[in-house]
Structure formats: C-alpha cells, structure tokens
C-alpha cells in the first residue's frame, strides 16, 4: 500500500479509539498506557481513527461535559423510579459519567444510550420512536398523532380524560363525549372545548396551536385562562402565557403530512426539530450559526438531506462521526 494513502477505520476502530481516548483522560495506569501502545502500533488504520477521534474531542468537549450531567441527572430519575438501592453508589457513578463516558453518551451509542428518554417512556402509555410519527386511538375514540420522538401518559378516570404530554408533540382530535378532555403540558394545560389542536413541548415550557374549535389555556393552575379559537396559538413556560395571536396552523401543522415549514425561525431551532428525525444526535458548536435566520419546507423524512440543503446556504461544516454523531460549525 502507499504510504501517502489515507486509510479510513472502520466503525469498530473508530469506536475503540473514544473508548482508549476516554480511558486515558482518567488517569490511566502503565498497563494501559502500553497495551494502548500496542494496539496503536498494531494498524495504520488505529492511529487515524485516534487522530479522529482526539479532533472531535477537543471540538465537542464543553457540550459533551453539560450533555453527560443531563444525561446522569436523567439516569439518576430513571433508577429511583425503579426502585433501585444503594444510592451512593447510583450517585457516585452517575457523576463519573461528565468526563469519562462523555463521548460514549455523545458518540459511541448516540441512539442507543439516552437516560432522558426512558424516563420519559417509564410511565407513558403510547410513544414514537425518532423519525416515526404515530397515530392512536384512545378509549373514548379521540385520535393522538404522535410528532416523531414523542411521548403521552393517559388516564380516563375521576370523571375526566386527562393526557400527560412527556416529550415531543402530540396533535389531537377529540371526540365529545361530555367528560372534559384535558392535556396537561409542564406546569400548564390545555382545557379542550371541541376542537383539532396541538400541543407542542418547548424548551422552557409549551405551545399550544389550534387548527378548529376551541381550547382554553392555563400556563399554570393559578393562572387566568385563554380561550384559543382556529387559527391561533399562545406559548407558555414558568407559570406566565405570551399574548394569543394569530397563525397559519395549517402550515405550523404540516409535519403530520412529513414537511417541516419555517419562517425566520433560528437555525438552533430547526436543527432541534430534524433532532427527532434523525436516529442519533445532531450537535450545534456555532452560538452564531445557531442564531442565524431560516425560512423554508422541508421534508421531515430526510434530516441529512435538510441540513445538506442548509449547508449550501449558510455554509457551515459538517462532521458525521460513528453514523450517529453529526457535529455542526
């Protein structure tokens, strides 16, 4: 072979180079300093996969820093739920997760490992996978459509139907039956009237969107109530709601029929939407390319191509890693 020639490591190679470059970042022993020694002499093919991996290292360690204590704390819920013992030892090893397994949680097993999620799916009663968008049909005979990567816990009791919204999004057709049909959202909820809405989880609260009828609004059980009619939509988060106002919900509700549509929304923004169709992580670096403007269509079913499309306007670099990872900057 020629010695100029670039060999490309395989998935396995390339997986055994974060596991060598997250051991020896904890102090590592003689042993393993020479056993690594070898294993990197031993192929070509490992000392590039190293170099690799220590290039996305240094790009993505502050985020991969605040993604494994997200991860952990997540970890944490999720063993206390299943009543799990000793937990110092839970608590002594979910906190070693920040460094040492920062890049596993980031890389090696980006849709595999994802704490935050099964505690979502613990107590819920239907969910969609990334990518999957899902319709159910309730007791009642009202209809959920699950956004992709979504979760919802039901309960038909006390008088009343009361849906939990866990993650994601869920867009909903309620049959009247004279019990109140309500859909509980973070510390807010939405009071059906007889109406199609949808009610969307956001970073720091909810959104609720309406496409008929009505729906009434709290962002918490103290607050006053709106009353949303077709057309309009409110968002809600620490116990405060944003004024109404008017949108095209046939447009904001388009991802039911696969197409994603924007107007001067954040780049962050539409990269956490293609987030939940894409079967691994999407990674934004850039604070000034997140901020950036974007206003489109696109197809849910296809992120890569989106942020392909993306690319060609904005310019931004592309790293996909492991076929899991994709870092933007």
Not at 278 to 287: C, E, K, S
Request: aromatic share 8%; charged share 20%.
């Amino acid at each position: 072979m020629n010695n100029t020639e670039r060999v490309t490591p395989t998935p396995a190679q390339e997986q055994a180079a974060f596991a060598w470059l997250s051991l020896l970042h904890d102090q590592p022993s003689s042993g393993d300093q020479a056993t690594f020694s070898h294993w990197l002499q031993a192929d070509p093919a490992h000392a590039e996969a190293y170099a690799q991996a220590q290039v996305v290292w240094e790009l993505t360690e502050t985020p991969a820093r605040t993604l494994a204590d997200e991860e952990a704390f997540a970890l944490q819920g999720y063993l206390s739920a299943m009543n799990r013992s000793r937990r110092t030892r839970v608590l002594r090893w979910s906190g070693a997760l920040a460094m040492a397994a920062c890049m596993v949680l980031m890389i090696g097993v980006g849709a595999g490992w994802q704490p935050s999620r099964w505690v979502d799916d613990l107590g819920a009663d239907y969910v969609s996978a990334p990518g999957e968008i899902r319709t159910v049909t309730l007791a009642d005979q009202s209809h959920v459509t699950l956004d992709a990567d979504s979760a919802i816990a039901v309960d038909f009791s006390r008088g009343e139907r009361r849906v939990e919204l866990r993650r994601g999004a869920g867009f909903f057709s309620v049959t009247h039956t004279g019990e109140p049909f309500v859909v509980d959202a973070e510390k807010g909820q939405a009071r059906v009237l007889g109406t199609q809405f949808e009610v969307r989880l956001q970073p720091h609260g909810a959104q609720v969107t309406v496409l008929s009828g009505r729906v009434g609004v709290t962002a918490d059980r103290h607050a006053e109530q709106q009353i949303l009619s077709a057309g309009q939509q409110v968002a809600y988060g620490e116990g405060s709601a944003e004024k109404l106002h008017a949108v095209d919900s046939e447009a904001q509700l388009a991802w039911r029929q696969g197409w994603l549509n924007y107007y001067k929304a954040t780049l962050a923004e539409v990269v956490q939407d293609l987030g939940r169709y894409y079967p691994g992580r999407i990674v934004l670096l850039n604070d000034e390319l997140a901020a950036r403007r974007v206003s489109g269509s696109f197809p849910s079913k296809d992120p890569l191509a989106v942020l392909s499309s993306l690319q060609g306007v904005l310019g931004f670099e592309q790293h996909k890693v492991l076929g899991h990872l994709i870092i933007l900057r």
